[in-house]
């Protein structure tokens, strides 16, 4: 079946340094979503890409779509114990381009150590 | 401005209990509606998803079952819960096709015992 994985499972920083997660896909994608989840909330849209090779940032956060629309990538500079969380890629269009369905990948943990 | 509402937030239940959770969104008109499982520290599989009223798909094989009765409800349910089916459960609406982000509730976390 259709899967996007996310490396790695777990990052814990000292505040200041930078963090990145990684988002493979099985299958080209027609767009991709991230999300952040707050410890004991829930996912929060932070940005969708569509575009090959599309690069976007987002203050701290940049996020980019790679040139096969397989893999994607967010990176975040300086962390802040505000960046606390999980966060999700998301593909689109994995089956037969069906945009309706969302397909999460692993997720990545990151903890920030003052 | 939409919302979306989920019920109820917390549950425990025993083995072999029947489960209903429901799930509404205000202010939008023929949303997509998803209902997604969290296990523990774990990742957010999709169960089920709908693109109008009375159509389902079903993503995983499993002992629960969806219902969509009204365009901006979404039924989450099982005649029998399993210990398996302990998680966290979040239901989530979108307006579908690329330009889709999903709106999530704010989750049901459930405990099988």
Redesign the interface.
């Known amino acids: 079946g259709q899967q996007v994985m996310?490396i790695p499972q777990y990052q814990h920083v000292q505040e200041g340094e930078d963090f990145t997660t990684y988002c493979n896909s099985s299958t080209t994608l027609?767009?991709i979503?991230w999300?952040k989840q707050r410890p004991g909330g829930?996912?929060?849209?932070l940005i969708?890409l569509?575009k090959s090779g599309e690069v976007k940032k987002q203050k701290r956060l940049t996020f980019q779509f790679g040139e096969a629309k397989k893999n994607s990538s967010l990176h975040i500079t300086a962390t802040q114990t505000t960046d606390v969380g999980t966060y999700?890629c998301?593909g689109?269009?994995l089956e037969a381009y069906n945009?309706?369905?969302?397909?999460?990948?692993?997720?990545t943990?990151l903890q920030v150590f003052p | 401005s939409q919302t979306i509402h989920q019920w109820p937030a917390t549950l425990v239940q025993p083995v072999g209990s029947p489960l209903s959770l429901e799930c509404t969104v205000e202010g939008t008109s023929n949303p997509n509606l998803y209902w997604y499982r969290q296990a523990a520290g774990r990742g957010l599989q999709l169960l089920f998803y709908s693109v109008g009223i009375g159509q389902i798909s079903s993503e995983v094989p499993q002992n629960l079952s969806a219902s969509r009765p009204q365009d901006r409800q979404f039924i989450l349910s099982s005649k029998k819960l399993l210990l398996s089916d302990s998680g966290f459960y979040l239901c989530a609406w979108g307006t579908g096709g690329a330009g889709g982000e999903l709106f999530f509730g704010e989750g049901s976390r459930l405990t099988v015992l």
């Open positions: 996310q027609s767009n979503q999300y829930h996912p929060v849209f969708q569509v999700f998301a689109g269009g945009t309706d369905k969302l397909i999460f990948g692993t997720g943990r």
